[in-house]
């Protein structure tokens, strides 16, 4: 009897295949990165059913994907040796998306003001199986379960229905098979037969799937031989793996080799260096994932331009998802490269889904620290590495005062910084603590373009006179946080180029006769006072005597709000 029936697509799902179709995805090419990734489950759950049902005898000594192209029909078929489905697994599954809700997503996505947007919501669904119905009018898809006899082919050009039939003599495992649009630059259609593109899709998206991804030689349907045909040695079929398996993060720590590590950091950033240090961790319980960081030696060019990309790649279970994922990595850590490996999201989640998911603020926030950490602990044991990574990455580091409070303090143990206690060498602001002067309170600091103007600055003659450490800042970030964190430690930031100061022989200690000589000094000044105050109205708000200067005769000092003179032409240069 004729076991093939037509059956049709739930509603919902006919209306989701409609917007699948008609593209919600700028980017078709992860059609493949979605039958791979059910491709390499299929081969998991078959692995972990043979470990839980030894007595089925499933054969898993060689678990792969192959690729296959027919040219002549144009088809690009997916084939793994893996689970399979029943015929009832392929009505369930492939035939419905009757996930709740599903009606509600619809109605939002046909609402959505652009394709962004609709992309950002169907990520929260994920399309799998059907992305293939962007780059293919027909889909054939044969399978049998592993344990059982039967096989099952199913076929819907993903209009309306599908036919669904009994097949016989097919393998254990699953083949899709995708009868291909025909390429279309506009519509961002690739030529997905060509050896070349889809060498480079696994590569970009598959590559450390954990299961080899093997492209079969192309069929020497006609005469013509390119260029993969000859590769393969005396023709014949030849399997190529595309695929390096190799995700580092995935191993247990202690079975990866310094070599290896630096080998992935090279791939993954293009730097020949090897990196400063390098952060493996996984994390078990309710999210898991794991990840594998890198601080590199040294920065690279574009670390301040506008288009500065984070470091930090994202894998779903080995699924390339996205590069310069924002929601792992704060913007004053985008000099960190890795990978993070969540298994519990969509392969289709969204940056903005991304940005407002709990799981993934909490595993940033795990991250943010790890480094931090990581840092302090270089500070602590390997110095010259921890100069050297300040030089390269402290302006970016001292943006993270300014753009969160969480790790202030751990911020500022890092901060590194010229002062007047060493020509040469920096200080951190414990060390600077440690040297204040009885009674000294207070951080000074002043800021400018470089050490030696702020060094030759009229301000600094009464404090190296009196032998008070202030600490030289001379990045326009300093400017901004130096301005905004009260304190560290307790003590105050102060700039001694802002305000009244009040060193150690302060009003309160003064003798009667210095004070005498004081007002007499106001009286002899006064008339010369009120004549540079008149002339010099346009430019200072106020002239006086003062005790600051030990040789220069006048110095400028701002009000204690105001902003300082590099602050000032930084945000002039923005544009404020
Ligand atoms: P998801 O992978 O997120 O579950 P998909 O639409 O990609 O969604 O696939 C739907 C279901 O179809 C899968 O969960 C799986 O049960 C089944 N499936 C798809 N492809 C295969 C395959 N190659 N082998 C076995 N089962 C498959
Ligand atoms: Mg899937």
């Not at 392969?347 to 993934?360: A, F, G, H, K, P």
Request: hydrophobic fraction near 40%.
């Amino acid at each position: 009897a004729d076991t093939t029936e037509t059956l049709e697509f739930q509603a919902e799902t006919r209306q989701l295949l409609q917007l699948v179709i008609h593209s919600i995805y700028s980017n078709k090419d992860i059609f493949l990165r979605e039958l791979i990734s059910n491709a390499s489950d299929a081969l998991d759950k078959l692995r972990l059913e043979s470990l839980t049902h030894s007595d089925l005898a499933l054969d898993t000594s060689d678990l792969h994907i192959t690729l296959e192209v027919d040219q002549d029909a144009r088809t690009l078929t997916v084939r793994d040796n893996g689970i399979g489905m029943t015929r009832d697994d392929v009505v369930d599954l492939i035939g419905t998306i009757a996930k709740s809700g599903t009606a509600g997503l619809l109605a939002k996505i046909k609402e959505a003001k652009d394709a962004d947007a609709a992309q950002s919501l169907i990520g929260q669904f994920g399309v799998g199986f059907y992305s293939a119905f962007m780059v293919a009018d027909k889909v054939t898809l044969h399978t049998r379960r592993a344990g059982t006899d039967q096989g099952t082919v199913w076929e819907s050009d993903g209009e309306g229905t599908y036919t669904i039939g009994d097949a016989a003599d097919l393998p254990i495992g699953t083949a899709v098979t995708l009868h291909l649009k025909a390429e279309d630059s506009e519509d961002g259609l690739a030529d997905y037969l060509a050896g070349w593109k889809i060498r480079q899709i696994v590569k970009q998206y598959s590559d450390f799937i954990r299961w080899p991804i093997r492209m079969a030689a192309q069929a020497p349907a006609t005469a013509e031989t390119d260029a993969d045909a000859e590769s393969g040695a005396g023709g014949g079929d030849a399997l190529e793996t595309l695929n390096s398996m190799k995700a580092l993060w995935a191993r247990p720590r202690s079975e990866v080799s310094e070599a290896e590590y630096h080998e992935f950091y090279q791939q993954i950033s293009h730097d020949w260096q090897p990196p400063a240090d390098t952060i493996h961790m996984r994390a078990e319980g309710t999210f898991e994932y794991e990840a594998l960081l890198f601080l590199p030696a040294h920065a690279p060019f574009d670390l301040f331009s506008r288009d500065a990309k984070r470091g930090v790649q994202l894998y779903v279970k080995r699924v390339f998802i996205m590069d310069d994922c924002d929601a792992l990595m704060p913007n004053y850590l985008r000099f960190v490269k890795g990978v993070v490996d969540a298994h519990d999201l969509s392969l289709n989640v969204s940056r903005e889904i991304l940005q407002q998911d709990r799981q993934i603020t909490a595993v940033r926030r795990r991250l943010v620290k790890k480094v931090l950490a990581a840092i302090k602990d270089m500070q602590a044991t390997n110095t010259d590495a921890y100069t050297s990574l300040w030089e390269q990455f402290g302006r970016v580091l001292k943006e993270g005062l300014i753009e969160e409070r969480d790790n202030t303090d751990a911020l500022l143990q890092l901060v590194s910084a010229h002062s007047t206690n060493d020509p040469e060498k920096t200080t951190t602001l414990r060390e600077y603590v440690s040297r204040m002067k009885d009674g000294q309170n207070t951080i000074y600091y002043l800021t400018g373009e470089t050490r030696a103007l702020v060094e030759n600055s009229p301000h600094m003659e009464a404090f190296t006179a009196k032998g008070y450490e202030v600490l030289i800042l001379t990045d326009p970030v300093d400017e901004v946080w130096t301005d905004q964190i009260p304190a560290f430690d307790g003590h105050r930031f102060q700039s001694i180029a802002k305000g009244q100061l009040d060193l150690d022989d302060d009003t309160d200690t003064e003798d009667e006769q210095t004070k005498a000589d004081k007002a007499q000094r106001e009286q002899d000044f006064a008339g010369l006072l009120a004549w540079l105050q008149t002339s010099l109205a346009d430019y200072v708000k106020q002239v006086r005597l003062s005790t600051r200067l030990t040789t220069s005769a006048a110095c400028l000092v701002g009000d204690a709000h105001d902003l300082t003179p590099t602050l000032e032409k930084m945000y002039r240069a923005m544009g404020q």
